[in-house]
């Protein structure tokens, strides 16, 4: 092109801001700002003024459940915010509690859940992400999964409620594994 013509594209005029949207740019740094204070109290609220009649029931019946699930527990964090070790460690410490003589050192997972949730150590965790910690617990060699057998007797909703399934395996139970010296409840 001669230095006369004009050109088809404009030429664009290069700037932080254009260079930061490009794919594969690095944005410059951004002063860090720490959030801004709040009082809870009044950040709840802001919250029950939104909302309607029907969510401020919900809002209401759940911090009830919170504050019983804290008041149950006592010191003791949840479940929920447990790492795997010490996840593992509470529901086999939960699950020789619930174990009774004929269960052999097996818990279903259903009832085992129930028992922590009734002790608010469920607090913020539904059944499908225990278990879900369960099967990583497992598969980290932190507890003990079992198959429920069909030779053995059960409720069969419990043995519904209590399955894990993970790439065709299926378990049912927790077993906990006792000393020699260890007699059954």
Not at 39 to 48: F, G, I, N, Y
Not at 62 to 88: C, N, Q, W, Y
Not at 98 to 103: G, H, K, L, N, W
Not at 131 to 154: C, D, I, T, W, Y
């Amino acid at each position: 092109m001669s230095p006369g013509r004009l050109s088809p594209f404009p030429k664009r005029k290069s700037s932080t801001k254009v260079r930061a949207q490009r794919p594969g740019s690095i944005a410059p740094p951004r002063a860090s700002v720490p959030p801004p204070l709040f009082d809870p109290a009044s950040e709840l609220q802001a919250v029950l003024a939104e909302l309607s009649p029907h969510g401020v029931a919900a809002l209401l019946a759940h911090a009830r459940k919170l504050r019983d699930d804290e008041r149950r527990r006592g010191a003791t964090p949840p479940l929920i915010v447990l790492s795997p070790r010490d996840f593992a460690a509470r529901v086999v410490h939960a699950a020789s509690e619930v174990i009774v003589a004929r269960d052999e050192g097996k818990v279903f997972v259903a009832a085992l859940f129930r028992s922590l949730e009734e002790r608010g150590e469920a607090s913020g965790l539904g059944l499908a992400e225990f278990k879900n910690r369960l099967l990583m617990a497992h598969q980290a060699g932190l507890l003990v999964l079992s198959r429920f057998e069909p030779n053995e007797r059960a409720d069969a909703a419990t043995v519904t409620a209590s399955e894990i399934r993970h790439l065709g395996a299926m378990y049912h139970l927790v077993l906990v594994r006792r000393s020699k010296g260890e007699s059954s409840k």
